[in-house]
Each structure stands twice: as C-alpha cells, then as structure tokens.
C-alpha cells in the first residue's frame, strides 16, 4: 500500500506523514514504556486488527521509528521497541495527553476500553516537577492488576512497568476506582475512604503523593 502524504515541505506535514496515520501514535505511546510483544500490543490496542497491526509496525521499522528486539532472559521472545528517533517522540505523546486531559477526557463512554497499564504515561503526564524537589522516594502502584512504579528524585519522575524493588510506599487501587479518579469523579483520599483503594509506607512520601501527580483542570471546547 503507498503511503499517504501531505505533499509539503514542513516539519509538521513530514512528521505526520510518519506518524498521522490512525492506531500509529498509539502504537508509539505503547512502546514509550518499554519492549512489547506482538501479542501485548494486540492486547493493549483492542478494535487493531492482526493484518492492521502488523502493517502499522512494518510501517515503524521501514522509517526507523521501531525496530525489532529480543526480550531478555527468561522471556527470550521477539518483541517491538522504539529506536533513538521513535523515543524522541514522548514529549510530543505527553503534550498530548495532557491536552487531553484538559480539553478531551470527560465522562468515559460505555464503549470505551481502559487498560491500566496506560498509568505509566499517565503519571509522566500528571506530574508536577515543582512539588518534587527535595524529595527522593519509589511509589509502587497496584492498579487491578497491574503492578508500576514511579521513581521520583528531586523534581524528576521515572515511570515503569513492574514492581519496584524497594517501594517506600505503595498504593493499591481497583481499575474501577483508578478510571474514575482519572474522570475526576473521585480522589485518591475518597477511594481510599470507601475502601477502593488502601495506601502503605513511609509517611513522609504518602502525605507528599498527592500533589505529586496533579490533573489539570478540565476546559470546554465550547464557544459562546
């Protein structure tokens, strides 16, 4: 299939050209947080098709965004990962999600799939270097059943996948109760008051959690 292009000489046109096409910017956010598997991107990416998928990662790794890996031990299976100039895309990726959290979320739709794992960005997205200074803690995330982290270092955040070795806290939350905190139906405190979520650890780190990681205020896009 040929590609589609918007025939201009511009920064913005040539990059969407790579990236524009629908399912790619979000096979890009699934890849910023680490290697994945065929299988998990297809997970991940409910209503992408098979034949759609593959075409879409052959389309990464023909322009040098995505290249294939080999998980390291014990999985030892073949996986996708970013190169340099795919990875150079997260800024970009998290401009727009918190745009979206500001001008786009709302209420979750009923057709609408939500899958834990996209915490890892989230928290990126959320957070508030100004609130971290000084401070040096891992906060381990149980969210349904997914398990992340976030690394936080004197105003820096680091978000991954999979448990924390030495967590100074931890906090646990059902996926229901996570979807309705990020619709802003719900606190973390209020979860936690009607037992959908429980936190643990270091008092220090749980009392500076919560304005570590801040939702922008939502905005209409209506007129008047």
Known sequence: MEQRTYNQYCATARTLDLVGERWTL??????LTGPKRFGGLQASLQGLGTGLLA????????EGL???????PPART????????????GPAVLALARWGLTWAM????ADETFHAGWAVLGLRACFAPEAAVGLRAVYEFHVGDEVLHAR??????????????????TITITEEAFAA?????????GAIEAGAAAAKGDEEALRRL???????????????
């Open 181 to 189: 905190v990020t619709a802003r139906r719900l606190t973390l405190s």
């Open 26 to 31: 979000l096979l890009i956010r699934e890849l």
């Open 152 to 169: 936080v270092d004197d105003g820096t955040v680091e978000t991954i996948h999979g448990p924390a070795q030495y967590p100074d806290a």
């Open 66 to 72: 995505a290249r294939k890996v080999t998980l390291p």
């Open 78 to 89: 073949p996986a996708y990962a970013l190169t340099e100039a795919g990875e150079e895309l």
């Open 210 to 224: 919560p304005g570590l990681f801040r939702l922008p205020a939502p905005r209409s896009r209506e007129t008047d």
């Open 55 to 62: 075409s879409r990662l052959k389309h990464l790794e023909r």
């Open 106 to 109: 709302g209420e979750r739709r």
